[in-house]
């Protein structure tokens, strides 16, 4: 089915030209990256990138939403069909921990290029960003129901739990020298026993 | 003494400048805001203004090396003083918390806008921040030593810590209702919890 094979390889190529956009935006900015930089990273001309994106602030957008895509496929559609919350909550972390490393860190750090969006864009970001915050903010309610949450704000732990996830992006690879299976049961670990009661 | 007070009113109106500068590169991106923008926010003429900054990259350096200054001050020389590692790195949250809410959050977002900063003026940065972080690594390894920590990746604990205070700025006031004290207890329960042995 050559369609469908020329429609993957488009996308994995969009993918592609947006993960490369992301990495020179964060070494030089987003006022600092021309759409000619992308071009030329990418090896295509600057004729060929436009098939890929409209411009440099609507291209900003479109890394966003693939990011937010991504978290949904990844992350938020396979632990909605995991019943227990603390298990839930695990997985949340460790799938967000290897889909940041895979899809590549700056793509996690763009993220906070929000400024740089039109209000309607940055609107529609944020209100992904906190559905998938309650995702994890309604496991938290759920063990704190089931009496096995310490006694803390939910709100702000779950605000905690997440700048854990994303913060992992902005020291990752070059400051911490452990691998990822280590960096994804250290950062669960951590947030669990934040968390939840002490069994003794 | 006059020249002392006009030292520091000159001293006070510029942190004011970088205060302002700061909320406005936050909400327009330092591409987007120019000196100008910055002169009409604090009232003053573009002349003027350039009697306390430079330029505008150096202006963010500045404001940097300024974030970095009151570190410094109001968190890391008081907390030296501290012997227990415990109330050392408990001090460490309190005292950064109420730092980055007393000088405006826009100072601490600033602080990940170091793509725009000269390669020098990146590594002096940097190599504060470390710094700092070394402090908080040092209490650690003081409490794993002492058996006080549970089994942990002392350098991940770290950077959990790290984020979980930075990540406040990125939330605070807009998504948390709480007050300040709350904000404290909350958050340095929060990362104590995580990697303290319990004791039962």
Redesign the interface.
Same mark, same amino acid.
């Given at each position: 089915m050559p369609a469908v094979q020329a429609k993957n390889s488009t996308t994995e190529r969009t993918s592609e030209v947006y993960r490369t956009a992301a990495e020179l935006i964060?070494?030089?900015?987003?006022?600092?990256t021309s759409i000619g930089d992308i071009a030329t990273a990418v090896g295509m001309t600057k004729a060929s990138l436009y098939h890929h994106i409209s411009g440099k602030q609507d291209m900003l957008y479109q890394i966003m939403q693939h990011a937010m895509d991504e978290l949904e496929r990844t992350v938020i559609a396979p632990v909605r069909l995991i019943e227990d919350p603390e298990q839930r909550l695990r997985e949340i972390m460790r799938l967000h921990i290897m889909g940041a490393i895979e899809h590549g860190v700056a793509i996690t750090i763009v993220m906070?290029?929000i *400024?740089?969006l039109e209000p309607d864009q940055r609107q529609d970001i944020i209100k992904r960003r906190k559905a998938y915050h309650a995702l994890a903010r309604q496991a938290l309610r759920q063990l704190a129901d089931q009496g096995r949450l310490?006694d803390?704000?939910v709100?702000?732990?779950t605000?905690?739990i997440?700048?854990?996830l994303?913060?992992?992006a902005?020291?990752y690879p070059n400051?911490?020298?452990?691998n990822q299976t280590?960096?994804i049961r250290?950062?669960v670990?951590?947030?669990v026993?934040?968390?939840l009661k002490?069994t *003794?």
């Open positions: 964060v070494d030089k900015g987003f006022g600092g906070s290029e *400024s740089h310490r803390l704000d709100n702000i732990a605000m905690h997440m700048n854990t994303v913060g992992i902005r020291w400051d911490i020298t452990s280590r960096l250290e950062t670990e951590y947030n026993a934040a968390i002490t *003794s």
